[in-house]
């Protein structure tokens, strides 16, 4: 993983949004494959994600179980770099072969769907991550190879880390950063 750059045009980063970056490099670099990174709700976690995906190498797969979160990525992304090939998978949109795929998972994770999908991808990327432990997403980050030990990056953002039925993060994230800022 390169460190963050800044593209042409894109948004400027808060430090606490360009730390967060630097707590995802510096976790890729120490071997943690799945890292949750909590931020607070407004803070940007969606420009944070941008970002990450904009300078990665290889294919970037985004996550999201509302059309409203699917739509801000999308237009996040398009904001931060608009030179982004992007993909919405979701109902009637079906293009999984972008070099970025924006995927709703209640649409992806169906089997048909699912199996067209060329699981290649160097960045998997969570908008909000406390989601990550229901089957529908299991489905889709195994099918991924997200649990394999050379499996792509797994980040998952929330704002709220915290499960109410105490299920451990560890099953799928092995590290959680908690970034301040508003």
């Known amino acids: 993983m390169t460190s963050a750059v800044s593209t042409p045009g894109a948004m400027a980063l808060r430090d606490y949004q360009q730390e967060a970056i630097t707590a995802i490099t510096a976790a890729w670099l120490r071997g943690i494959r799945r890292p ?17 995906a904009s300078y ?12 409203e979160l699917i739509q801000q990525a999308a237009d996040k ?3 931060v770099d608009p030179t982004l090939e992007l993909g919405i998978v979701k109902a009637g949109q079906d293009e999984h072969d972008a070099p970025v ?18 699981p ?7 908008d909000e991550g406390h989601h990550a432990w ?9 099918y991924c190879r997200a649990f394999e ?8 953002v929330t704002a709220t880390p915290e499960r ?4 451990s993060r560890g099953e799928i994230f092995q590290e959680m950063g908690q970034r301040e800022g508003t």
């Open 36 to 52: 949750l990174i909590a931020l607070l709700t407004g803070s940007g976690k969606t420009i944070v994600f941008a970002h990450l």
């Open 56 to 67: 990665r190498r290889g294919r970037t797969l985004i996550l999201a179980h509302r059309d």
């Open 77 to 79: 992304l398009a904001m």
């Open 101 to 118: 795929v924006v995927a709703s998972v209640q649409t992806l994770s169906r089997t048909r769907r699912l199996e067209r999908l060329t």
């Open 120 to 126: 290649d991808f160097q960045t998997i990327i969570i």
């Open 134 to 142: 229901a089957d529908s997403y299991r489905r889709i980050l195994t």
């Open 149 to 156: 030990a050379d499996g792509p990056l797994t980040l998952g």
């Open 164 to 167: 109410g039925d105490h299920e």
